[in-house]
């Protein structure tokens, strides 16, 4: 890539990969790096301008992947150092970047720094971690845990006996995910160092997992109540979210910065609006951008999609960026979420365009543009430990969202010549990257072209957006170019929510840019449109004329 373009991560489309699930190149039913490479020209076709693929580092994989074992290597089910190389460079080669996932809030347990930490109090890997002596224990002689903190994938406390030491650890995730001292600032120094480690390889950034919890209260309080029953009936104010993360965050800005045009995406504790707007900071001295997951959690309704985007920007500090997704690795996915029969592509194409309109870089999960619903294995093939503890509860065990990518009709859809390592969603004959590029009323096909329009009117991602009206079924926006790079050209988005006709009113006359029900180039009058349900409408407003005076 040439020059540095320092801010290419507010135009850019992001498509999150999951390295198990995307494509297998050595047959073991598990998706690899040479797998991703070899499917790159489909992403380069598809119109995608970054990856995030999740971790592929070193890792027993008991949370897989996320429980890293060692930062700077590639795990061998993955590939290699040189696997990743050429993934990047080629990756480069066709213009698309590549974020990578840094795990900092907590390493493997079999990562050596926490082996060494847990032999004795003495070794200088001990203060790495987060401890607390064993003062007393209960009836059954378990310790007694400092507080009431949870292991989420566990349901139980979140603090672990480590017996050389007489200590209890703290594991949030799993008891294999011991969870760091951010407040010692060895473990900051030495993020920093792989920042750059990897920014020197090529990869152009990282989403930070979890990126709110590295610090945790310094008194160790209990959380209050909450009723909430995803939060494990727990408001997150004292094992994560403190305020203290946002200097840390900074100082990994700064390190990035180091390089000009890398960036850095946290993740941010589930729909808290002005969480992940602060991690921004308040002068931009924070994170380029940090999710907000509130679409993930929002019904099927114009209005609480806008209301929802409204909160988002209200929130937001002074020059942050936006960004919006749908779906990822740990929710339910959207056209599942969303699925209504007879209209579920219908809807996947209306969150789809707005995904890509709105203002904000849109991140999408890999086969959402395929319409991809995922699939329930059957509880002996469950995979995920929050399933597996959960089971047979549906909300909350993450494999339906992992299922293989469906390239093709051919076995295993073309993933892997092996077992997968996940059962593919059912429908993967026909709902398939093959199939789909074939049909011009795909759900794939209508993300190629969102994605194409996307890219040739700049206004669609760097513009001002106005929204118009307040209809319940009916979201519609205005982006507008203002000079610079962001052009002169506006676009009128119109997405009927419902699965009946409806009224919208047209400020002005316009042409069809782009449209589920209406051919490019259609004019079409200010005033009343009748919209069909379920209908994407872009259009080109005609330039208003005035009488002369
Ligand atoms: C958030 C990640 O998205 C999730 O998949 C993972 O299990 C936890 N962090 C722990 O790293």
Redesign the pocket.
């Known amino acids: 890539m040439t020059g540095v373009d320092r801010e290419w991560w507010k135009r850019a489309v992001f498509y999150q990969i999951y390295p198990r699930s995307f494509m297998d190149s050595d047959g073991d039913g598990v998706g690899d790096l040479p797998g991703i490479r070899s499917r790159l020209p489909y992403l380069a076709s598809l119109g995608v301008d970054a990856l995030w693929i999740?971790?592929f580092f070193k890792s027993p994989m008991k949370?897989?992947g996320?429980?890293v074992a060692d930062y700077r290597d590639v795990d061998p089910l993955f590939g290699s150092l040189d696997d990743c190389r050429a993934l990047v460079d080629e990756a480069h080669r066709l213009g698309i970047r590549v974020l990578l996932?840094l795990?900092a809030?907590?390493t493997s347990e079999e990562h050596p720094w926490f082996v060494e930490a847990r032999a004795s109090r003495a070794n200088p890997r001990h203060s790495w971690y987060l401890w607390h002596p064993i003062a007393r224990r209960n009836a059954l002689g378990r310790p007694v845990p400092p507080n009431n903190w949870k292991c989420?994938?566990e349901l139980r406390s979140a603090w672990f006996e480590n017996a050389a030491t007489d200590e209890l650890y703290l594991g949030t995730?799993?008891r294999h995910?011991p969870e760091l001292d951010w407040r010692n600032p060895a473990v900051p120094a030495e993020f920093a160092d792989i920042l750059r480690f990897w920014f020197e390889l090529g990869v152009d950034g990282f989403r930070l997992?979890?990126a709110t919890?590295y610090f945790k209260d310094a008194e160790l309080r209990s959380n209050p109540f909450s009723w909430k029953p995803l939060d494990l009936f727990q408001r997150h104010v004292y094992d994560r979210n403190r305020p203290e993360v946002f200097g840390a965050l900074a100082e990994l800005r700064k390190v990035a910065d180091e390089r000009g045009d890398r960036v850095l995406v946290g993740?941010t504790h589930g729909r808290d609006a002005s969480l992940a707007a602060a991690c921004h900071g308040e002068r931009g001295e924070g994170l380029h951008m940090a999710f907000n997951f509130d679409f993930l959690f929002r019904p099927w309704s114009a209005k609480a999609f806008r209301d929802s985007a409204r909160a988002w920007y209200a929130a937001l500090p002074e020059g942050a960026w936006p960004n919006f997704t749908l779906s990822?690795?740990?929710q339910i996915r959207h056209a599942r979420r969303y699925r209504k029969a007879g209209y579920t592509d219908a809807r996947a194409k209306v969150a789809a365009a707005m995904l890509l309109t709105l203002r904000g870089s849109p991140f999408l999960y890999y086969g959402e543009e395929l319409g991809m619903e995922g699939g329930y294995p059957p509880r002996g093939q469950l995979r995920d430990?929050?399933g597996i503890a959960t089971w047979p509860l549906r909300a909350y065990g993450?494999d339906p969202e992992r299922t293989p990518m469906q390239w093709d009709s051919s076995q295993n859809a073309g993933f892997t010549t092996g077992t997968p390592w996940l059962p593919l969603e059912r429908g993967w004959r026909e709902r398939n990257v093959e199939r789909e590029l074939r049909d011009p009323g795909s759900v794939l096909s209508f993300y190629v072209s969102m994605i194409a329009l996307r890219r040739s009117r700049p206004e669609l991602a760097l513009g001002s957006l106005a929204f118009l009206g307040d209809d319940p079924g009916v979201l519609a926006y205005e982006r507008r170019g203002e000079g610079g790079v962001s052009g002169e050209g506006r676009v009128l988005v119109i997405l009927n929510f419902d699965a009946k006709a409806r009224r919208a009113e047209l400020p002005s006359d316009g042409s069809v840019l782009l449209g589920t029900h209406r051919e490019p180039g259609a004019r079409i009058q200010a005033g009343t449109a009748v919209l069909s349900p379920c209908e994407v409408l872009l259009l080109a407003p005609a330039e208003r004329k005035y009488p002369e005076a």
Request: no cysteine; glycine share 0%.
């Open positions: 999740s971790p949370d897989f996320y429980d996932d795990v809030n907590h989420l994938f995730f799993t995910q997992d979890v919890a993740e990822n690795h740990d430990p929050l993450r």
